[in-house]
């Protein structure tokens, strides 16, 4: 299984970015997949989550960005960041992740795609 991240830019604050991971090969049981991020400097975080097979009905997300951010999951293979009223603070890598059980190391990283908020 291989996660293909895509949808990072360059945008100014207050605008938005997409981002899609989308998942190639079998993922059936998979029941966690999240978004984390990485600023320079910093350690990578957990951006949002969204558990459940198939379907994606539990959501989890980081204090700073409940309100601004939503996961979802779409058609089984692909998950979903719809990030709003974008911070300069949210400037990072973004990095798909999945794991089959409900806690523990996850099986499967994708690629980073790199959200820069600026002026």
């Known amino acids: 299984v291989q996660l293909q991240a895509s949808g990072g830019g360059l945008v100014q604050p207050g605008g938005s970015l997409r981002l899609s991971c989308a998942a190639r090969g079998s993922i059936f049981g998979i029941n966690v997949m999240d978004w984390h991020r990485q600023a320079p400097g910093k350690e990578r975080e957990l951006v949002a989550r969204v558990i459940g097979f198939p379907d994606g009905d539990s959501t989890i997300y980081a204090e700073s960005v409940k309100g601004r951010f939503t996961i979802s999951r779409d058609n089984k293979n692909t998950v979903h960041l719809q990030m709003n009223s974008l911070k300069p603070e949210d400037t990072a890598v973004h990095y798909c992740?999945?794991?089959?059980?409900?806690?523990?190391?996850?099986?499967?990283w994708g690629q980073g795609t790199q959200v820069t908020v600026s002026s």
């Open positions: 992740a999945a794991r089959y059980r409900a806690t523990g190391k996850y099986d499967y």
